[in-house]
């Protein structure tokens, strides 16, 4: 297959991005969602709220773009869908208005938690994750030769715990050691993980290179490029993905513009959040094969094809 470096990298490159040298992307045109080893569904940001628009964000249309983005996923034998953090905005109620055009996905879906989510009184926080019908607060599956690892990004946060609580006193003190460090990530919006995570994070990557498996993170936060959305301790992650080369690529959601970046090999894709302006949408169909991952973009979300790194 003939390879090239897309326009987008180039121009990464031309601006002084951390780009590796594997920023490749296969020169054939987008595949169809039909011709892969597997299909996956990608919608982040929905951040409903039954509020006026506020700036660029159209909280009640996501009710209807959430609703076209499922009846586009139905057409396709997807294996199974995902949200990828802050389904709602603000309010516990917003969670059974925004649930309505989901109950028509005929696939399996999948959610992540994301700040927004934790939004709502105190006496709601711990049922967030149950609320979004998660099993665990981070998981992760084996599906078809790949290993799909869930993050908790709001694991260390000042947000996702009731007030008053050990984990938000804990989360406040790293809060401030990372301003008084000038982390430009250091804000009460974004989180990290604690260590217990991490530790389970590498297990699951070291496993996976094991059993051969291709690893896909999904998470709320970025990692990558350096930005001022990212996960607090963005730098621990990137070192356990450095170390395992079973990692294929990262997905992720919070920062509505989209993003994007390649770092050890690995695409580091931020997906554009359906909630931003009040007439266009925002999502995606993913294809994994065995040696790459086709994007398809609709609305906002481009289309992208990237080598995994051998
Ligand atoms: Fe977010």
Redesign the pocket.
């Known amino acids: 297959m003939k390879i090239k470096t897309s326009r987008r990298c180039l121009l990464q490159i031309l601006a002084g991005a951390a780009i590796s040298s594997q920023c490749t992307f296969a020169s054939s045109s987008t595949s169809s969602p039909g011709k892969s080893l597997l299909q996956i569904g990608l919608v982040t ?1 929905a951040q409903y709220a039954d509020s006026p628009a506020k700036g660029s964000r159209f909280y009640r249309q996501s009710i209807e773009k959430l609703g076209t983005a499922v009846e586009h996923f139905n057409q396709y034998p997807l294996d199974f869908c995902i949200h990828l ?2 389904l709602i905005d603000h309010t516990w109620s917003s969670f059974d208005e925004i649930s309505q055009p989901l109950k028509g996905c005929r696939h399996q879906l999948h959610h992540l938690p ?3 989510d934790f939004d709502v009184l105190d006496e709601f926080k711990l049922r967030v994750p149950e609320r979004l019908g998660m099993t665990a607060r981070y998981s992760a599956f084996d599906m078809k030769g790949f290993r799909f690892i869930l993050l908790d990004t709001n694991d260390h946060s000042t947000y996702a715990w009731p007030a008053g609580s050990a984990e938000v006193a804990d989360a406040a003190k790293e809060l401030e050691r990372l301003k008084s460090a000038s982390v430009k990530q250091a804000q009460s ?1 974004n989180g990290g993980l604690r260590s217990a995570q991490l530790d389970w994070f590498e297990q699951n990557c070291r496993e996976a290179m094991t059993s051969k498996k291709k690893v896909v993170v999904f998470a ?2 970025p990692v990558f490029p350096d930005d001022i ?1 990212n996960l607090w301790n963005a730098d621990r992650v990137l070192a356990i993905i450095e170390r395992y080369p079973s990692v294929v690529a990262w997905v992720n ?2 920062n509505h513009a989209g993003n994007f970046g390649m770092h050890s090999g690995v695409p580091f894709i931020t997906l554009h959040g359906m909630v931003e302006t009040a007439d266009t949408n925002a999502f995606a169909t993913a294809s994994l094969h065995g040696d790459r991952i086709v994007i398809t973009g609709h609305g906002r979300e481009p289309s992208r094809e990237i080598l995994f790194r051998t």
């Open positions: 940001d953090g802050d994301g700040n927004h919006w709320h936060h959305h959601g919070h």
